[in-house]
């Protein structure tokens, strides 16, 4: 029997699913390239003019073409509701929601959280910007496949954002060393192996 990850890799190879939470100036610009990779996304936003915005073909992004966004729409490449529910048959899912300054300065990464409670996926990617340690927190206590991939800085984006993703290698941070096979007891004791074999740096 294949493995989570195993089984996972093969449909993200294929014709995905992707869903996005948060259809602002990170989760339009992801929609459309997955989209454009082929992909089918169906993107989630609280924001009905976000949503009305996209069903007509329009884009509120600086980087991204409403041309590119009505040519996707039209071919059923990229959707946009405001309804979770169209979520159910997502491969992976990726997260852009807020994650606002606290009073401390850390971020507050309630709404994250609250979103990856109610999750059923194979794959959460967080892309929303979140504290050290977030990731593995998540993953541990909801038992869930959760990656992180982190935003890049103005010196490592020469470009503006649209063409970064398309052209920029990104960074996947994972929870343990194979957080994508998900087993209990089994997984906890390959992560503290691995984390016995060597030292490496606490991601987000």
Not at 25 to 46: I, M
């Amino acid at each position: 029997m294949a493995t989570t990850a195993a089984a996972l890799k093969q449909r993200l190879a294929g014709t995905p699913t992707v869903g996005l939470i948060g259809l602002g100036y990170v989760g339009l610009p992801l929609a459309v390239a997955f989209a454009e990779s082929g992909a089918t996304v169906v993107g989630v936003d609280l924001d009905a003019q976000r949503v009305a915005a996209v069903r007509a073909g329009r884009s509120f992004v600086e980087d991204v073409p409403s041309e590119t966004v009505a040519r996707l729409v039209t071919g059923g490449r990229l959707r946009a509701t405001e309804d979770v529910a169209a979520l159910k048959d997502a491969d992976a899912i990726v997260v852009c929601v807020p994650t606002p300054q606290s009073p401390d300065g850390a971020c507050d990464t309630s709404i994250v959280e609250s979103v990856v409670a109610w999750l059923e996926t194979p794959l959460i990617i967080l892309r929303s910007t979140v504290s050290v340690g977030t990731t593995r927190r998540l993953s541990t206590k909801y038992r869930k496949n959760i990656v992180f991939q982190p935003e890049y800085g103005p010196a490592e984006t020469p470009d503006h954002p649209f063409n970064d993703l398309l052209h920029v290698p990104a960074i996947i941070a994972v929870a343990g060393a194979d957080a994508l096979a998900h087993g209990g007891q089994d997984r906890r004791r390959r992560n503290e192996e691995a984390a016995g074999e060597r030292s490496r740096p606490e991601g987000a």
